[in-house]
């Protein structure tokens, strides 16, 4: 993965061809913060310059700077495969969020 961390805050990285630079984009967050460099020097730099902009103007506005995630969302599958999970979720004793649950972390975990 193209991800940079710094203080707990992860920014996805790719190279914008265009302007001939490397792009981040700071993930998590209640709104939009990014930033560019052209090594990985520069970008982490501005990776921090860009996350103290965003956090102060969070505090003076009030806003939470991280995004709240509910644990919930909809995942949308074919009917087949939804089956297959029916299946193999039974046949372990789980339910299928269990094996959902169970099949992220480990792609999480890499």
Request: charged share 30%; hydrophobic share 40%.
């Amino acid at each position: 993965m193209n991800i940079m961390s710094i203080d707990g805050y992860n920014a996805r990285i790719e190279f914008d061809p265009e302007l001939d630079l490397f792009r981040g984009e700071i993930l998590g967050l209640n709104g939009g913060a990014d930033f560019y460099g052209k090594d990985p020097g520069e970008l982490r730099t501005e990776f921090k310059k860009s996350l103290e902009v965003f956090l102060a103007v969070c505090k003076e506005k009030g806003i939470e700077p991280h995004r709240h995630f509910s644990g919930r969302f909809n995942l949308r599958i074919s009917p087949e495969l939804h089956e297959q999970l029916a299946i193999v979720a039974g046949a372990e004793g789980k339910s299928i969020n269990a094996l959902a649950q169970e099949a992220l972390r480990e792609r999480i975990a890499g």
